[in-house]
């Protein structure tokens, strides 16, 4: 992360001045730079093309095969919260963008994404305008070689993912790079905020390209993950909207993706700087 002392990124409420953030270290005499400890559960399929095109906003297609990437994150000792971490689980689509002056941009568009701290939720809307979601997501449950997750909301269990790597073994290299190549150029995001009292009208509607590896990993680059792969699914229970009433649609929809042929199941463990500052708008 980089010290921002020429430019200030204000964030609600404004009044009090600048405040500390993923892309914006605290002025406090404790803080400590350096990355983020990480382990990373991926449950990937094939679906179908038709039932993930509609998820994609405008500009954006999908690349090669229709494919569906949920993502479990487990952070620790994240410098910008004094040591403290979260978890995320969200819902990554290869597509591509063809831009301006027939740039292309690859990278994994995030559909949806669950974390279950406040600070990141508001920073990352405002700032990255990832599209995230408040939701309970209780550290997975490891036992007799399997990964158990479940993600709830209110009480309702609305996601659960199975996985059974072997701790032993490397992902064999071939999965790996496939993986890697699925990632482009970094995490593609639709930023929409409506204008204040005329509701049909965006403050902001266009779409964000956070790079994966961002300056901050290139500045100190940080050793490649352990990987390991395996089996694993994922299972949506439908919510009505009494379960989830501002979520319910949400989960429906990917409650409906068919899942027509299982990819390897990956967990990596490692560091790694996700502050994205170097974030930009692709057109």
């Not at 405040?19 to 449950?43: E, S």
């Not at 406040?118 to 490891?142: C, N, W």
Request: charged letters at 20%.
């Amino acid at each position: 992360m980089t010290l921002l002392t020429d430019t200030k990124i204000r964030i609600m409420p404004a009044s009090f001045g600048a405040a500390g953030g993923p892309r914006q270290a605290p002025d406090h005499a404790d803080y400590r730079d350096g990355p983020i400890r990480f382990t990373r559960y991926i449950v990937r399929f094939l679906g179908r093309a038709e039932q993930l095109e509609p998820l994609l906003p405008s500009g954006l297609a999908l690349r090669g095969e229709a494919m569906a990437q949920f993502h479990f994150f487990c952070l620790r000792d994240i410098p910008w919260l004094a040591g403290r971490g979260y978890n995320i689980l969200s819902l990554m689509i290869p597509v591509t963008h063809a831009g301006q002056d027939d740039k292309v941009t690859d990278g994994v568009y995030c559909a949806v994404m669950w974390e279950n701290l406040g600070d990141p939720i508001i920073t990352g809307r405002e700032q990255l305008g990832h599209p995230k979601l408040y939701a309970q997501l209780p550290d997975p449950r490891r036992w007799n070689g399997e990964t158990s997750i479940r993600a709830s909301w209110e009480g309702f269990t609305f996601a659960e993912m199975q996985l059974a790597c072997d701790p032993d073994t490397d992902a064999a290299p071939d999965v790996v790079a496939d993986f890697a190549a699925s990632a482009g150029s970094g995490i593609i995001a639709h930023k929409y905020i409506p204008r204040s009292g005329d509701w049909a009208v965006a403050d902001a509607d266009y779409l964000t390209l956070s790079p994966m590896a961002g300056a901050s990993s290139r500045r100190d680059p940080q050793p490649p993950p352990s990987v390991r792969a395996g089996t694993g699914s994922i299972r949506f229970n439908v919510p009505t909207w009494q379960d989830m009433p501002t979520q319910y649609h949400i989960v429906q929809a990917l409650a409906g993706l068919e899942q027509v042929e299982a990819l390897p199941a990956l967990i990596m463990e490692g560091t790694a700087y996700l502050d994205f500052h170097d974030q930009k708008i692709i057109t």
